[in-house]
C-alpha cells in the first residue's frame, strides 16, 4: 500500500512570507506526527495528533507555527511569517495506534528553504 | 530530563568488519526504543522496535538488543548497501518520542 506523503518535496520562500507543508498519511493510521530536522541535529518533535485533535503541542517553537488535521486524515502544517532559522526539512509520520506498539512510518520530508 | 545520546557519531567500516552503534537514553517510563535507518533526503526507514531489557531483535545483518539504559545496534558483515544513518528514538510515558543525532555509517568496498 502507499506509504506517506508529504507535499511540496522542497520548498523556498522568503523571509516574512507564510507557508503550508501538507502530510497525507498511511490510511488508516490514527496517529500523525510532524517534526523537524535541522542540519546535524536529531528530530525535534513538534507536535501530534490522535484523531483530529492535538493532545500535545508542546514542541511548536512559537506562535507562528501551527497545525491542523481534518476527517482523521490529512494534516497541515502552517509557518506563518517565516524566518531564517525555520528553515530545515519538516517530515511527517503516521502509526497506526499512539500508544505503546505505536511504529511510526516517515514521509519523505519537505525541504524547507527560507532566504 | 529526557534523554537519548548516540555514539559515535560518525562510523567507517571495511566491508566484512562487523561492529556496533550505541544509544544510551534516560527516559521516564520508557514505552518502547526504535531503530530507524535514514538514507541521504529521505524519511527515516523503521527497522526495530524493543519494548524490555533482555530484547533481541534480528533482520538480515543487523541485530538490536536492549538493556536498562542502552540499546545496541549490531551490524556483522556489513556491505557498501549499508551505508545510511541509524537513529534511536525512544518513546517515554507521555507519547513523546525523543530522537537521537544519529551515527552515520559508512561501509568501504
Known amino acids: 500500500g502507499a506509504g506517506v506523503s508529504q507535499s511540496p518535496s522542497n520548498k523556498v520562500t522568503e523571509k516574512g512570507k507564510d507557508v503550508e507543508l501538507r502530510c497525507d498519511p498511511i490510511s488508516g493510521h490514527t496517529a500523525l506526527y510532524w517534526y523537524r530536522q535541522s542540519l546535524g541535529q536529531g528530530l525535534e518533535f513538534l507536535i501530534y495528533?490522535?484523531?483530529?485533535?492535538?493532545?500535545?503541542k508542546s514542541g511548536l517553537p512559537s506562535d507562528r507555527f501551527s497545525a491542523e488535521r481534518t476527517g482523521g486524515s490529512v494534516s497541515t502544517l502552517t509557518i506563518q511569517r517565516t524566518q531564517q532559522e525555520d528553515s530545515a526539512v519538516y517530515l511527517c509520520?503516521?502509526?497506526?495506534?499512539?500508544?505503546?506498539?505505536?511504529?511510526?512510518?516517515f514521509g519523505p520530508g519537505t525541504r524547507l528553504t527560507v532566504l | 530530563e529526557d534523554q537519548v545520546t548516540q555514539s559515535p557519531e560518525a562510523l567507517r567500516l571495511q566491508e566484512g568488519e562487523s561492529s556496533s552503534l550505541n544509544c544510551s537514553y534516560t527516559v521516564s517510563g520508557l514505552r518502547g526504543l526504535f531503530w530507524y535507518r535514514q538514507d541521504p533526503g529521505k524519511g527515516p526507514e523503521f527497522l526495530f522496535t524493543?519494548?524490555?531489557a533482555g530484547e533481541e531483535k534480528e533482520k538480515e545483518r543487523l541485530k538490536a538488543t536492549l538493556t536498562k539504559k542502552e540499546s545496541f545496534l549490531h551490524i556483522t558483515a556489513p556491505k557498501p548497501e549499508d551505508s545510511a544513518t541509524y537513529l534511536c528514538a525512544v518513546q517515554a510515558g507521555g507519547n513523546q518520542f525523543y530522537f537521537g543525532t544519529g551515527t552515520s555509517l559508512t561501509v568501504i568496498p
Open positions: 524493543l519494548y524490555s
Open positions: 495528533f490522535q484523531g483530529n485533535s492535538a493532545p500535545d
Open positions: 509520520a503516521s502509526s497506526l495506534i499512539a500508544g505503546v506498539g505505536g511504529t511510526q512510518y
